[in-house]
């Protein structure tokens, strides 16, 4: 968490408020589980979810904001950090920042802007208002709000994929550090109010990790001189998802042709162990690994984020 400007007090109108900053706002009113509102203490403050510009905007009288956790366990930690709680706000960075915090957005409420004027700010994460660090602030922001409501019946398609990656994400095996170089999981549906639909899911991953398939070396081998980490007469038929994953980890910084090649294997296993089209409500599910390059602005927008954490039905107890 930014100490730089904890000394100073927000200012009339909140000019000098940005998304994503956090005050320490020691109460607010929120409804309790009886359904009355009640006073609840936030001794960790608030942070500011409102857009910067409506925030400093003087004909705003109000401000949404959401409570910091106060002690969040390791798995709260790592779930944040990778996006996997989306109504859980991770802010800073823990490369650069020892004090990131996370914001609960499920229990976020609006406050008049005059209830934040001359507390201490007691955090920055967003050094200027505009910029890749705002803009990600935003993004997450958004995201909480906007999920894509995938229907009922698709849900069961994706159980074991959802349950495998809440279950590995963040852990130290071969399956959660591969899932940290996944940048996303999207869904290409031809259609998604019927049943018989077609899909596709896109695993995409930096452009450093996955090289165009004209650039592969037309000359290469699957064997010990090429793949790092190879055992002799190892088959890339017969590999498990965790021995894949181990292979790619041995050769991210290798081989590119090699590297291309593991992903498509950890693709096509994805689909063959962890996807369960029914065949009525989805009869077809294709698996592509590609990178952010090939995920085109056309492409983007036919497709829809897939959120493992959240994903449910409507008789789910997890919250869509």
Same mark, same amino acid.
């Not at 905007?57 to 996006?83: F, H, I």
């Not at 999981?185 to 596709?200: C, E, F, V």
């Not at 037309?218 to 017969?238: F, I, K, M």
């Not at 292979?247 to 590119?256: Q, R, S, T, V």
């Given at each position: 968490?930014?100490?730089?400007?904890?000394?100073?007090?927000?200012?009339?109108?909140?000019?000098?408020?940005?998304?994503?900053?956090?005050?320490?706002?020691?109460?607010?009113?929120?409804?309790?589980?009886?359904?009355?509102?009640?006073?609840?203490?936030?001794?960790?403050?608030?942070?500011?979810?409102?857009?910067?510009?409506?925030?400093?905007?003087?004909? =705003?009288? /109000?401000?949404? @904001?959401?409570?910091?956790?106060?002690? +969040?366990?390791?798995? &709260?930690?790592? *779930?944040?950090?990778?996006?996997?709680?989306?109504?859980?706000?991770?802010?800073?960075?823990?490369?650069?920042?020892?004090?990131?915090?996370?914001?609960?957005?499920?229990?976020?409420?609006?406050?008049?802007?005059?209830?934040?004027?001359?507390?201490?700010?007691?955090?920055?994460?967003?050094?200027?208002?505009?910029?890749?660090?705002?803009?990600?602030?935003?993004?997450?922001?958004?995201?909480?709000?906007?999920?894509?409501?995938?229907?009922?019946?698709?849900?069961?398609?994706?159980? =074991?994929? /959802?349950?495998? @990656?809440?279950?590995?994400?963040?852990? +130290?095996?071969?399956? &959660?550090?591969? *899932?940290?170089?996944?940048?996303?999981?999207?869904?290409?549906?031809?259609?998604?109010?019927?049943?018989?639909?077609?899909?596709?899911?896109?695993?995409?991953?930096?452009?450093?990790?996955?090289?165009?398939?004209?650039?592969?070396?037309?000359?290469?081998?699957?064997?010990?001189?090429?793949?790092?980490?190879?055992?002799?007469?190892?088959?890339?038929?017969?590999?498990?998802?965790?021995?894949?994953?181990?292979?790619?980890?041995?050769?991210?910084?290798?081989?590119?042709?090699?590297?291309?090649?593991?992903?498509?294997?950890?693709?096509?296993?994805?689909?063959?162990?962890?996807?369960?089209?029914?065949?009525?409500?989805?009869?077809?599910l294709e698996v592509e690994v590609l990178s952010d390059v090939e995920m085109t602005y056309q492409r983007y927008m036919q497709t829809e984020s897939l959120d493992l954490e959240v994903l449910s039905d409507s008789?789910?107890?997890?919250?869509?």
């Amino acid at each position: 968490m930014s100490n730089a400007n904890t000394e100073e007090l927000v200012a009339h109108e909140c000019a000098n408020l940005r998304q994503g900053d956090v005050v320490e706002l020691t109460e607010l009113w929120l409804h309790g589980e009886d359904g009355h509102p009640q006073r609840v203490k936030t001794p960790a403050g608030v942070a500011i979810l409102s857009q910067t510009c409506d925030v400093v905007q003087p004909s =705003k009288e /109000r401000c949404l @904001v959401a409570p910091v956790l106060s002690n +969040p366990d390791s798995e &709260g930690w790592s *779930l944040a950090r990778k996006g996997r709680k989306p109504l859980h706000l991770y802010l800073g960075s823990p490369e650069a920042d020892p004090t990131p915090c996370i914001a609960d957005m499920e229990r976020a409420v609006s406050v008049p802007k005059a209830e934040l004027v001359g507390l201490p700010r007691k955090a920055r994460y967003v050094d200027a208002a505009s910029g890749d660090a705002a803009r990600k602030v935003a993004w997450r922001v958004g995201r909480a709000f906007n999920r894509f409501p995938f229907p009922d019946e698709v849900y069961p398609v994706f159980e =074991k994929l /959802r349950r495998k @990656v809440q279950s590995k994400s963040g852990s +130290p095996g071969n399956l &959660g550090r591969v *899932l940290d170089i996944v940048e996303a999981l999207r869904i290409y549906a031809d259609q998604w109010t019927s049943p018989r639909r077609m899909l596709t899911l896109y695993v995409v991953v930096a452009e450093s990790s996955l090289i165009p398939p004209d650039d592969m070396d037309p000359n290469w081998r699957w064997e010990p001189a090429r793949v790092t980490g190879l055992r002799n007469g190892e088959s890339d038929t017969n590999l498990t998802l965790d021995r894949v994953c181990e292979l790619i980890l041995a050769n991210k910084e290798g081989d590119k042709t090699t590297l291309a090649h593991l992903w498509r294997i950890f693709g096509d296993l994805i689909k063959q162990t962890l996807l369960q089209p029914d065949g009525e409500e989805v009869a077809s599910l294709e698996v592509e690994v590609l990178s952010d390059v090939e995920m085109t602005y056309q492409r983007y927008m036919q497709t829809e984020s897939l959120d493992l954490e959240v994903l449910s039905d409507s008789t789910s107890t997890q919250t869509r």
